[in-house]
């Protein structure tokens, strides 16, 4: 797959981002760079994804002086683990993972559910707030509309926005916050 870039609309960040196929797991990385809630960063994540769109594990680290790193792995049946190996138990029942400044992981569950138009699923997400590093588990909702068009729903937060994707299931447009320039 070709390299994607996305730009930010409501802040100032651009991210490239790679997937690449390793046979039996999928890697997708990004890197975002940009300025947010008054806040500059620059953060790296790695996600491994199974051949069925399932988040294995996923690692974030920020650089700079203030650096952070964060790296949980799953057992792909909804619990996740810490690089200790410990249990993160408030996190049970997520199968997907949301990482705020990217529109990469809202394809997570669009291509994991696989959905017909019209059909919807409401599924448990850990959402990762960045630059902050700020861990919460969200519920969302993912309504198939069309080939390409898909309605996603924050049920905590009341947020709701139509995403589209390419023919790849990989996010074109988030209108008002994320579009692909590349």
């Not at 008054?38 to 680290?61: A, C, G, M, Q």
């Not at 990469?104 to 707030?129: C, D, H, M, W």
């Not at 589209?164 to 692909?180: H, K, T, V, W």
Request: proline share 4%; hydrophobic share 35%.
């Amino acid at each position: 797959m070709e390299p994607i870039v996305w730009q930010a609309v409501r802040w100032t960040a651009t991210e490239y981002f790679t997937l690449e196929n390793k046979g039996l797991y999928k890697l997708a990385q990004g890197n975002i760079t940009g300025i947010v809630r008054d806040l500059p960063f620059s953060i790296h994540y790695e996600v491994e994804i199974t051949n069925d769109w399932k988040t294995d594990s996923f690692l974030i680290r920020s650089h700079g002086p203030d650096a952070k790193e964060l790296k949980l792995t799953s057992n792909l049946l909804g619990q996740w683990y810490d690089k200790d190996g410990k249990q993160v138990t408030a996190l049970d029942n997520c199968l997907d993972i949301d990482i705020s400044l990217t529109p990469f992981t809202n394809t997570l569950p669009v291509k994991r559910l696989q959905l017909n138009n019209g059909e919807s699923a409401t599924i448990n997400v850990i959402y990762i707030l960045l630059p902050e590093f700020e861990l919460q588990r969200v519920k969302q909702r993912y309504t198939k509309i069309s080939q390409d068009t898909w309605l996603y729903e924050n049920l905590d937060s009341g947020f709701s926005s139509q995403l589209y994707f390419d023919s790849e299931g990989i996010m074109n447009d988030y209108p008002g916050y994320i579009q692909r320039r590349y």
